[in-house]
């Protein structure tokens, strides 16, 4: 009995990551010609291209915004493929296109960190963007912009075992399952919406995020009233004005983290925590591990000051 040949099309979307499309049909080749599986990888950029029996679809990542009008029919052919019994991917903002085919059903799915307020607007969307990979049997989506190569460990993994995957990751030297995004977030706030008045509070906030600044003079910078104020400030930044301000802070203690031999107790003070204990659960709030692990994950990839 001949085995089935397994079709899997990467999405060749506008503004697709070049780099992307060949590292994931790199690395699937690898491990799947590894196990001995028949296969056949190939890219699609138009309709007109695609065969009739698909076993999964993988829409990589972009580095730019997606604009869905360069290609209308993507939306509507996923969801003919995934009706079809077809397994979707998406990596990083490559889910706008999953979106928009309708296929997500108010499920929990994971994009990058950074875009996430943008497509929180969505409706029925119901993001996790602290997870690299959520799996469903129909449907796999992962988060950062490199997380293509977790992407198709997993599929490696589902379609010919954990075994085969594993080596696969040896063989290219990447970590097998990283599971936590929230590791890798940073805070990279919006300053292109328009909205003068919020961009005063904005710049106000980052000159001074280090002090003590009350609501009633945020207010006032912005020329609204305490309630206009704190409404539009959410809606537009999408967070309070003290969940903001916290942001801030911790990414400059990032920065002072990684670059500068300052004790953690001297940045917190210095980013505005007298509490060394307070700051540091904050910290581990956002990001998901402590400052001094924080510190010391970035020097041993060679980042920042390696004396300190």
């Known amino acids: 009995m001949t085995e089935k040949c397994l079709d899997i099309v990467i999405l060749n979307f506008p503004g697709a990551l070049p780099s992307a499309v060949l590292g994931?049909?790199?690395?699937?080749?690898?491990?799947?010609?590894?196990?001995?599986?028949?296969f056949n990888i190939h890219t699609l950029s138009n309709e007109c291209e695609t065969g009739e029996s698909i076993d999964c679809v993988i829409v990589p990542p972009s580095s730019d915004e997606v604009d869905k009008s360069k290609a209308p029919w993507i939306s509507g052919w996923l969801a003919q493929q995934h009706k079809q019994g077809a397994l979707i991917c998406s990596v990083c903002v490559g889910l706008i296109w999953l979106l928009e085919s309708g296929i997500i059903q108010n499920r929990q799915v994971t994009t990058h960190w950074a875009v996430a307020n943008r497509l929180e607007e969505h409706p029925g969307v119901c993001l996790d963007v602290?997870?690299?990979?959520?799996?469903?049997?129909?449907?796999?989506?992962?988060?950062?912009?490199?997380?293509?190569?977790?992407?198709?460990?997993?599929?490696?993994?589902?379609?010919?075992?954990?075994?085969?995957?594993?080596?696969?990751?040896?063989?290219?030297?990447?970590?097998?399952?990283r599971q936590n995004q929230r590791l890798y977030a940073r805070f990279v706030p919006?300053?292109?919406?328009?909205?003068?008045?919020?961009?005063?509070?904005?710049?106000?906030?980052?000159?001074?995020?280090?002090?003590?600044?009350?609501?009633?003079?945020?207010?006032?910078?912005?020329?609204?009233?305490?309630?206009?104020?704190?409404?539009?400030?959410?809606?537009?930044?999408?967070?309070?004005?003290?969940?903001?301000?916290?942001q801030v802070r911790i990414?400059?203690?990032?920065?002072?983290?990684?670059?500068?031999?300052?004790?953690?107790?001297?940045?917190?003070?210095?980013?505005?925590?007298?509490?060394?204990?307070?700051?540091?659960?904050?910290?581990?709030?956002?990001?998901?591990?402590?400052?001094?692990?924080?510190?010391?994950?970035h020097r041993r990839s060679g980042l920042g000051n390696e004396s300190g």
Not at 24 to 38: C, F, K, N, P, R
Not at 274 to 282: E, I, K, T, V
């Open 190 to 246: 919006n300053l292109s919406h328009g909205d003068q008045s919020i961009l005063r509070v904005q710049n106000m906030i980052a000159s001074k995020f280090a002090t003590k600044i009350q609501n009633t003079e945020l207010a006032d910078i912005s020329g609204m009233s305490m309630r206009s104020f704190l409404r539009r400030f959410k809606s537009t930044t999408g967070y309070t004005p003290l969940e903001y301000t916290q």
């Open 24 to 38: 994931i049909h790199e690395i699937l080749s690898h491990g799947l010609s590894a196990s001995g599986a028949v």
């Open 130 to 177: 602290d997870r690299m990979l959520i799996e469903y049997p129909d449907l796999i989506t992962a988060g950062g912009l490199m997380a293509w190569v977790d992407l198709c460990l997993a599929l490696i993994n589902r379609f010919v075992g954990q075994e085969v995957a594993a080596a696969t990751a040896r063989h290219f030297v990447v970590d097998f399952y």
């Open 251 to 297: 990414e400059s203690a990032r920065n002072l983290l990684i670059h500068s031999q300052l004790s953690i107790g001297e940045i917190a003070f210095q980013v505005g925590y007298a509490d060394h204990s307070s700051f540091g659960r904050l910290f581990q709030k956002n990001g998901g591990e402590s400052p001094k692990t924080f510190r010391e994950r």
